[in-house]
C-alpha cells in the first residue's frame, strides 16, 4: 500500500514563417512599384507549413504500456493513437527529451527503464534497441536533462539514483561512470533544473531533498546537500522554469529558493501550505502558476509570486478531476492541462487561463488511458 500511494505522483516549438513573395515584402516595406509589379506575375506562393504535430504520453501502470494521444492545438483535446507501446513491468512515470524524439518510462516492479523512439508525424512509440535498461530496484521517477544527453531514474527500493548518458541518434542508453548515485529512503521523484547544472530529488519515508550538481561532460552526480521538508511523507518536487525556487508536495505545500552557484536549496519563511491527499507536482512553462493532483479527485492551482516564490489558491480552485488524481502536466504552451486519474482511468483536460492560471473544462474532452495510469507527460 505504501508503494502504491508514493507512485502518486511536468513549449510547444516555435517556428518561423518566412515572406511569401516579394511582392509582400515591397508591398510591407514601401518598395519599388515596377518591381512589384513584376512580382505579381510569379506562381501562386506555397501555403505555409502546418503547425508541429504534439502528443501526450501515459503511463499505464497496472497494464504495462504506454497510452499515445494527438492533442488537439485549437481546442486542447485529446485523440488516442491507434497503438499502443508494451514497457516493462509497472511503468510509474515517464519523460521525453527536449527535441520530442523519444520517450522513457521508469519501471517500478521491472527495476528498469524502457525507451522508445516517437514518430514525429503520428506519435507512435517503437522500442528501442536493448530496451529495458536494467535500474535499481523500483524505479518509481525519471527526468530527462533539458539539453537531452541525460536520463535519471529514481529507485524507491534501494534508495539510489540511476544515470544515463543517451545516444543522441538512437536513444539508447548507458551507465553514467558512478551510477547508481546514493539519495535518500525510498526517492519518489527526481527533477531538472532549466540549466542542467542540478539535479533534486525527493525522498518519501525521511521527507528529505536532496540536490546535486550535474557534471556536464559525464552526467555524473555530486550531493551539494540535503534537506528535511516540513510534514509528511514527501510526494514530489517541482522547479520554477527560472531556477530559482523549488517547490515540495508532502502534507504540505513548500517553497524553497535555490542558490545559483551551488544548487543548495533554503526554505523560504512562511511559504507553506497545508494540504490534504498528496500526488503529482507541476508548473506552468512561465513559472506563474503552481498546480497539484490530489488523490482526492481534484486539481489545485496557486499564483506563484516570482519574487518571493509565496504561493497564493487562485480563485475557485480546487478543480475537480476523475478518482484518485495522481499526476498533472501542462501543455508546453501553457494553454492546455492534464490530470491523470488513477481510479477511473481516465484523463481531465481543461484550458488554462493566460492570465489567472484558472482551469476550465474542456467538454467532451476526457479521454480514456489503459489500466492504473500514473504519469502523464507531452511533447515541446
Sequence with gaps: MLHERALSFSRSGRWLIGCLTALAV??????????????SSAAPPAAPPALPARFAYVANQSSD?????????????????????ATDAAPAALAVDPQGKFLYTA?????????????????????????P????????????????????????????ISAYAVNSTTG?????????FTTGTNPNAVAVDATGKFAYVASYSDHTL????????????????????????????????????AYLLSDNLSTYSIDPSTGATTAVAGASIALVGGGGLTTDPRGLFVYVASALG??????????????????????????GTNSVAIDPSGKFAYAVNFGS????????????????????????????????????
Design 26 to 39: 515591397l508591398s510591407a516595406c514601401g518598395g519599388d512599384p515596377d518591381a512589384a509589379a513584376v512580382s
Design 107 to 131: 519501471n517500478f516492479s521491472g527495476g528498469s527503464v524502457s525507451a522508445f523512439a516517437i514518430n514525429a508525424v503520428s506519435g507512435a512509440l517503437t522500442e528501442i534497441a536493448g530496451s
Design 65 to 85: 504500456s504506454v497510452s499515445a494521444y494527438t492533442i488537439n492545438g485549437i481546442s486542447g483535446a485529446l485523440t488516442l493513437v491507434p497503438s499502443t507501446a
Design 298 to 323: 481534484q486539481v489545485a492551482a496557486y499564483a506563484a509570486n516570482t519574487a518571493t516564490g509565496a504561493l497564493t489558491a487562485l480563485a475557485g480552485s480546487p478543480y475537480a478531476a476523475g478518482a
Design 345 to 380: 482511468d481516465d484523463v481531465s483536460a481543461y484550458t488554462v487561463d493566460a492570465a489567472t492560471g484558472g482551469l476550465t473544462p474542456i467538454p467532451g474532452a476526457a479521454a480514456r488511458t489503459g489500466s492504473g495510469p500514473r504519469g502523464i507527460v507531452t511533447t515541446r
Design 210 to 245: 536532496w540536490a546535486y550538481a550535474i557534471d556536464a561532460t559525464t552526467g555524473a552526480l555530486t550531493s551539494v546537500g540535503s534537506t528535511v521538508a516540513p510534514g509528511m511523507f514527501l510526494w514530489s518536487v517541482a522547479l520554477d522554469p527560472g531556477g530559482k525556487f
Design 172 to 180: 539508447v542508453l548507458t551507465n553514467v561512470p558512478g551510477s547508481p
Design 133 to 160: 535498461f536494467a535500474a535499481d530496484g523500483g524505479a518509481t521517477a525519471i527526468a530527462v536533462d533539458p539539453r537531452g544527453k541525460f536520463v535519471y531514474a529514481a529507485n524507491w527500493d534501494d534508495d539510489s
